[in-house]
């Protein structure tokens, strides 16, 4: 259920960066959540009507990007999403040791006034 404390988050945030117009209606609400918080995307369209009630976000719309697990070897630089098929490692040259690109952002993108 931590994805009610996120949404109560990103709904705080949405309304604090709509602050400078006070009589604007905030409609949509864009956020990114990568595949690595553990943070399900289903959870957090489910929980947005209760979070958002009371806000200037209570009518907006909510849209989810969900971000796939994307790393760079640093043995080869090939960029890859790591499969558990081959151990997580490199499917060019085989190395475990690699930088992650993406998979762990959990951010309010924007707003939409």
Known sequence: MHEMS???????MAVEAASDQPDSVIRTVNVRVGAMTGVLPEYLYKYFPDAAAGTRCQDARLNVEFVQVEVKCKK???????AKEN??????????????LHGRELELVSIEL
Do not use: L, T
């Not at 996120?6 to 705080?12: D, P, T, V």
């Not at 080869?76 to 790591?82: F, L, M, N, T, W």
């Open 6 to 12: 996120y949404m109560i988050k990103f709904i705080n």
């Open 87 to 100: 151990n997580y490692s490199c499917p060019a040259c085989h190395s475990i040791e690699a930088e992650y």
């Open 76 to 82: 080869c630089g090939a960029i890859y999403g790591p």
